[in-house]
Structure formats: C-alpha cells, structure tokens
C-alpha cells in the first residue's frame, strides 16, 4: 500500500498538491524502474482519490517497495 503524503493536516503544512494534481500519477520502483501511470481524473487528484487508486496496485508492489509521482513532485511511497 502507498502512504499519500498530500493531505494538508494543518495550515502550516505545504500544499505539494494543488499545483500537480493534473499530472500523470507515476509509480516507480526504489530502484527508479518505471512500473505504471495513471492519467488524473478529469477533476484533477485529490488526496482521497490517490488513496482510494491502492485498491488497484499491484500487490508485489508492498513487498518490493515503490515511490509514486505527480509529474515530477514525490507524493508518496510504500515505504513511509
């Protein structure tokens, strides 16, 4: 499972999402291998919609660990 870092829990936090939430979601394994994309909703991501996108990762993915992109911009990993 891949822990979304893009809910904004307090004021103070950044917000790293709204400025890539367009973007192609891009999930690579640590060793940089791409693996898969996924094109945004048409609305754009949310941080709720990243999450609920685990119930269609590969499950190999937990065990061998994975980083997922906005573009450019880390999102998240299986290893937080």
């Not at 949310?46 to 065990?63: D, G, I, Y």
Request: aromatic residues 12%.
């Amino acid at each position: 499972m891949i822990k979304f870092i893009t809910a904004q829990v307090s004021p103070k936090e950044p917000d790293i999402l709204t400025a890539v939430k367009f973007n192609a979601l891009l999930i690579m394994s640590l060793e940089g291998q791409y693996l898969a994309r996924f094109d945004a909703p048409t609305t754009g991501w949310t941080h709720q919609t990243l999450c609920n996108m685990n119930t269609l990762f590969e499950s190999a993915w937990a065990c061998c660990g994975v980083d997922a992109y906005l573009g450019n911009q880390w999102v998240g990993s299986s290893e937080v």
